[in-house]
C-alpha cells in the first residue's frame, strides 16, 4: 500500500537538486577565474605533438577522460582513452614519444597513474595533468598542470565526485574547443567524423543529393495555357510548377497555393495563360547548397517547394518537403 505524499519531503528533494546544481554551476563559473598561461601552454602543447593525445585516468575521472577523449577526437585532435590500470599491464605500449598524456586525477596522487608516469616520460612522451591539488605528486611531475579545484562537492556529505568531476569536464571541453578553434575544424570537418547519425546527414547532404532533376522536374513554358501548368502540376506531383522562357531561365513558379486563388477569383482554365497568374520571382537555391539551408528557406519562407538554379538562373532541378523527410534532413 503506498504512502500518502509528503510534501516536506518534495520540497527538501527539489531544494537539495537545486543546491547541487548550484553548487556546480559555481564550481564551473570559477575556472574561468583560474585560466591562464598554463592553459595556452597545454594547447601549445598539443598543437606542437607530432603524435596522438592519450588520456587516462581511474574511476570517475576515468569516466571524465574517456567523454574527454572522444571529444577530442570527433573535433580534430587525434585521440584515445588509455586506463591507467591496464596501462600498468601492457597497454602502456600504446603511448610513443611523440604523444602527449593528458592525466585526470583530482587528488593528484592516485596510486595507477602515479606508476606510469615516469615510463611515459621515459619515453619522451609529454605529460599534462588536471587536478584539484597543484602541489600533488602527479601535477609536480606535469609539463603542464590545469587546476581544476573546487570549493566544495555537491555531495551533502562532501564525498561523492560531484562539482570536481563537471569542473574536470568543463574544463576539458574548454581545452577541446580551443583546439578545434585552432585547428581551424569546420563544420564539414565535423560531418565528416560523424557521418552516420542525422547530424552528418545535415551537415553532408547538398541540395544536388535530394533534388528532383531532368523530367522529374514539373516545368511549362511562359506562353503556355494555365490548363497545360495543371495538368504538368498533376504528372510530376510536386504541387507546383515551374514557369520558364525558352533559355530555361526561372520566371515564375505556380503553386497549389496558387491554384485556390486562381478558382476564387474565377478564373477561366481554358484561356488563361499562365503567365497572368504566376508568382513571378519565386524563391531559388543553389545544388552546392546544404539541403538543411533549403529546410530553413522553406520554413523561414512558409513555402513548401524550391526551385533549384545554377548561377545564371537556369532551372535544373526542384524539391520539396517530402524529399527533404526522404532524405532525413528533416
Known amino acids: 500500500m503506498s504512502s500518502a505524499p509528503n510534501p516536506a519531503a518534495h520540497d527538501r528533494v527539489l531544494a537539495l537538486a537545486r543546491r547541487v546544481l548550484e553548487i556546480e554551476a559555481e564550481a564551473v563559473h570559477a575556472l574561468a577565474d583560474q585560466l591562464g598561461p598554463e592553459f595556452v601552454k597545454a594547447v601549445d602543447l598539443i598543437l606542437a605533438s607530432s603524435g596522438r593525445v592519450i588520456v587516462s585516468g581511474v574511476g570517475k575521472s576515468g569516466h571524465i577522460g574517456r567523454k574527454f577523449a572522444a571529444t577530442l577526437a570527433s573535433t580534430g585532435t587525434p585521440a584515445y582513452f588509455v586506463h591507467a590500470a591496464e596501462a600498468a599491464h601492457g597497454d602502456l605500449g600504446m603511448i610513443t614519444a611523440n604523444d602527449v598524456l593528458i592525466a585526470l586525477s583530482y587528488s593528484g596522487s592516485g596510486e595507477e597513474l602515479l606508476k606510469i608516469v615516469p615510463l611515459v616520460k621515459r619515453q619522451g612522451a609529454r605529460l599534462i595533468a588536471i587536478t584539484g591539488n597543484p602541489d600533488s605528486p602527479l601535477a609536480r611531475e606535469a609539463d603542464v598542470h590545469l587546476n581544476g579545484a573546487v570549493k566544495e562537492e555537491a555531495c551533502p556529505l562532501n564525498l561523492?565526485?560531484?562539482?570536481?568531476?563537471?569542473?574536470?569536464?568543463?574544463?576539458?571541453?574548454?581545452?577541446?574547443?580551443?583546439?578545434?578553434?585552432?585547428?581551424?575544424?569546420?563544420?564539414?570537418?565535423?560531418?565528416?567524423?560523424?557521418?552516420?547519425?542525422?547530424?552528418?546527414?545535415?551537415?553532408?547532404?547538398?541540395?544536388?543529393?535530394?533534388?528532383?532533376?531532368?523530367?522529374?522536374?514539373?516545368?511549362?513554358?511562359?506562353?503556355?495555357?494555365?490548363?497545360?501548368?495543371?495538368?504538368?502540376?498533376?504528372?510530376?506531383?510536386?504541387?507546383?510548377?515551374?514557369?520558364?522562357?525558352?533559355?530555361?531561365?526561372?520566371?515564375?513558379?505556380?503553386?497549389?497555393?496558387?491554384?485556390?486563388?486562381?478558382?476564387?477569383?474565377?478564373?477561366?482554365?481554358?484561356?488563361?495563360?499562365?503567365?497572368?497568374?504566376?508568382?513571378?520571382?519565386?524563391?531559388?537555391?543553389?545544388?552546392?547548397?546544404?539541403?538543411?539551408?533549403?529546410?530553413?528557406?522553406?520554413?523561414?519562407?512558409?513555402?513548401?517547394?524550391?526551385?533549384v538554379a545554377d548561377a545564371t538562373g537556369r532551372l535544373i532541378g526542384a524539391l520539396n518537403h517530402h524529399d527533404l523527410m526522404l532524405a532525413k534532413v528533416i
Open 160 to 307: 561523492a565526485p560531484t562539482a570536481s568531476t563537471t569542473a574536470s569536464l568543463a574544463l576539458s571541453d574548454a581545452l577541446a574547443v580551443a583546439l578545434l578553434d585552432a585547428r581551424g575544424f569546420g563544420a564539414d570537418d565535423f560531418a565528416r567524423s560523424h557521418p552516420g547519425g542525422a547530424l552528418g546527414r545535415r551537415l553532408l547532404t547538398h541540395v544536388s543529393d535530394v533534388m528532383r532533376s531532368g523530367a522529374a522536374v514539373p516545368q511549362v513554358t511562359e506562353d503556355a495555357l494555365l490548363a497545360d501548368a495543371l495538368m504538368e502540376m498533376t504528372r510530376a506531383g510536386m504541387g507546383m510548377t515551374a514557369i520558364v522562357d525558352t533559355d530555361q531561365l526561372i520566371v515564375g513558379i505556380y503553386t497549389d497555393g496558387d491554384l485556390r486563388r486562381s478558382l476564387a477569383s474565377g478564373c477561366n482554365f481554358t484561356t488563361a495563360r499562365v503567365a497572368d497568374v504566376m508568382s513571378r520571382g519565386p524563391r531559388t537555391i543553389h545544388p552546392e547548397a546544404l539541403a538543411v539551408e533549403a529546410a530553413e528557406m522553406m520554413e523561414t519562407r512558409r513555402i513548401s517547394q524550391l526551385l
